[in-house]
């Protein structure tokens, strides 16, 4: 359960994701830089998976994965591969080109339904498994994106957040405090469906921000439950 936001802006992009999840869920471990192959990557750690739901690699690549409620589902008889395994895939290669290339091999009958974005600055691709087969889809990122996913059903989901993430986008110079607010709301008679999500049985439990540009590329940590300061990684570029 995430919602990830991506927005362009002068000095480079921005995306944005708040990770939702069962308050019984082990707390993830704090994010790290990590050596994928040839590429330097900083991401946080799911303990239970072993893998990770966001991150982004010293050459500009950025991953972020969603489940998928709703689609059906293709039970193979074998375990299921943690889908965290998907965003570290991805990081380790040198580009968004080579990603997809690697994640088309993949086979989607280990995996629970997911969507992964990938993004670098200048396009944006979103691979989605189903447990029958991995699709790619590539374009360039011309506008502020969202996506978002519940356990609840993403249809039910969508359309709220999408309608404010939509009217928060209308300033074009304010994109990035929009970005910020869209990504701390929460409706006070609806938190169950609200950016800043709340059930007896869930809750948005942390934020990730990472920024690449001019100024390099960072990496922002903010866990909610526990609150916990904010924490920020670097990367030289490659």
Known sequence: MCTVSIVAHADGLRLVSNRDERLDRAIARAPRVVALGPRLAAMPQDPTG??????????????????????????CGAR???RGVLVP???GCDSMETALASLQK??????QPFRLVLTNGHAIALVTGDTREVTCAASALERPVMFTASSLGDFLVDAPRRRLFDWLMTDRAARLRGQALFHRHQWAD?????????RADAATVSRTTVDVGSGGITLEYESLLPSLPPQR?????C
């Open 80 to 82: 299921w591969t943690s």
């Open 233 to 237: 990684f670097e990367l030289a570029a």
């Open 89 to 91: 895939a991805a990081l």
């Open 190 to 198: 609806k938190r169950d469906i609200s950016v800043v999500m709340q």
């Open 50 to 75: 072993g893998g990770s739901w966001i991150g982004v690699n010293d050459a500009g690549l950025m991953a972020a994965l969603l489940n998928r409620y709703g689609a059906p589902v293709r039970d």
């Open 106 to 111: 993949l086979d989607a009958a280990h995996f």
